[in-house]
């Protein structure tokens, strides 16, 4: 049974860090591209960054040199280093792995975690 497990989130006042963890209770947890989505009310969940078994990242605009993503692979573990947070950061944000193509195609999901940006 595949579980991915957010944690870290909670308030933080504008301008603060939060780091968001997911651990992955998965095999081969090295082999998948680890990714965090966020969802606001209202809106469709959209990519905030990713990286690849490689350790390759990519990042949302809205986010570039504001957020970092990594990974520890013999902790299984994907992290969210959240900086320089704005009040429109506010979102439940999800842990995403995924690999493979067509039949052979995995994609998780773990449940989310709030975080919200305000005085």
């Known amino acids: 049974q595949v579980q991915l497990v957010e944690s870290g989130g909670g308030l933080v006042q504008p301008g603060g860090s939060l780091r968001l963890s997911c651990a992955a209770s998965?095999?081969?947890?090295?082999?998948?591209?680890m990714g965090w989505y966020r969802q606001a009310p209202g809106k469709e969940r959209e990519l905030v960054a990713a990286?690849?078994?490689?350790?390759?990242?990519d990042y949302a605009d809205f986010v570039k040199d504001r957020f970092t993503i990594s990974r520890d692979n013999a902790k299984s573990t994907v992290f969210l280093q959240m900086n320089s947070l704005k009040p429109e950061d506010t979102a439940v944000y999800y842990c995403?792995?995924?690999?493979?193509?067509?039949?052979?195609?995995?994609?998780?999901w773990g449940q989310g975690t709030q975080v919200t940006v305000s005085s």
């Open positions: 995403n792995a995924r690999r493979g193509s067509g039949f052979a195609k995995r994609d998780y």
């Open positions: 998965i095999n081969f947890f090295s082999t998948y591209t």
């Open positions: 990286i690849t078994s490689s350790g390759g990242a």
